[in-house]
């Protein structure tokens, strides 16, 4: 089955600092990628996406490629903000899905400090 | 930006009992969804509902589970008879048919954290 792997948090890090969190992906096909976020006490707000192998989504600084090759849609932020401390997810829509059923991961969550 | 809309945030209630977890999706949208997230846990898909029936399930939403679009705003998730392990924050989301645009996306209410005792 379909399955999505990241980083354990929870991560800190201080302002402008560099951030990466890992997602790994199991799928047949090309699933399309996603990162969600959720700020606290709201509810989980679409980041980024790519739909095809090499894409590269992007979006408030933050970046992820679609990579094929190694099954990776690693999220990557130059220079984070405390406005950035939220749990970051993962998922994966199954090629040809017409519909939004997500596979998750777990959650990663991110703490930045001034 | 539009919002999906869940009542009530917390939801407390014994074994055993019903509870009705409420939404409001966007009001143009047509796909409506239910995910959990058990505490430390991943988010999981329950169920998704287009044309006043469910479209797609999983295998979590066995018989304690139903859906509901009562009127034409409300979407609602039951739970016949609670157990302990129902205990998880339960997203709403809904979005519109996949390719009526190309840039939809699915939008979450914040969630009816449910606690069973």
């Known amino acids: 089955g379909n399955s999505v792997t990241q980083m354990e948090g929870p991560v800190t890090l201080s302002e402008e600092a560099f951030l990466t969190i890992n997602c790994t992906y199991t799928?047949?096909?090309?699933?399309?990628l996603f990162w969600y976020v959720q700020y606290p006490g709201e509810g989980l707000q679409l980041l980024l996406k790519?739909?095809?192998?090499?894409d590269k989504g992007s979006n408030k600084g933050f970046e992820a490629t679609y990579r094929k090759e190694t099954t990776s849609f690693h999220l990557e932020k130059g220079s984070v903000q405390v406005s950035d401390s939220a749990v970051y997810f993962c998922?994966?829509?199954?090629?040809?899905?017409?519909?939004?059923?997500?596979?998750f991961g777990k959650g990663t969550k991110l703490s930045v400090i001034p | 930006e539009p919002e999906v809309t869940q009542t009530p945030s917390h939801q407390v209630t014994q074994m055993g009992q019903e509870v009705i977890l409420r939404c409001v999706p966007i009001?143009?949208?047509?796909?409506f969804y239910w995910y959990r997230q058990i505490l430390g846990q991943k988010v999981e898909f329950l169920v998704s509902?287009?044309?006043?029936?469910?479209?797609?399930k999983s295998e979590i939403f066995d018989d304690q589970f139903s859906v509901e679009r009562p009127d034409g705003s409300n979407f609602t998730l039951k739970i016949r008879s609670t157990k302990l392990e129902d205990s998880a924050m339960y997203f709403c989301?809904?979005?519109?048919?996949?390719?009526?645009?190309?840039?939809?996306?699915?939008?979450f209410g914040s969630g009816t954290q449910l606690s069973v005792l």
């Open positions: 989301a809904s979005t519109l048919p996949f390719g009526v645009t190309t840039n939809e996306k699915l939008f």
């Open positions: 799928a047949t096909g090309y699933p399309s």
């Open positions: 790519a739909t095809k192998a090499d």
């Open positions: 998922a994966l829509r199954p090629s040809g899905a017409g519909s939004y059923q997500l596979t």
């Open positions: 009001s143009n949208h047509l796909y």
């Open positions: 509902f287009y044309n006043n029936e469910i479209s797609e």
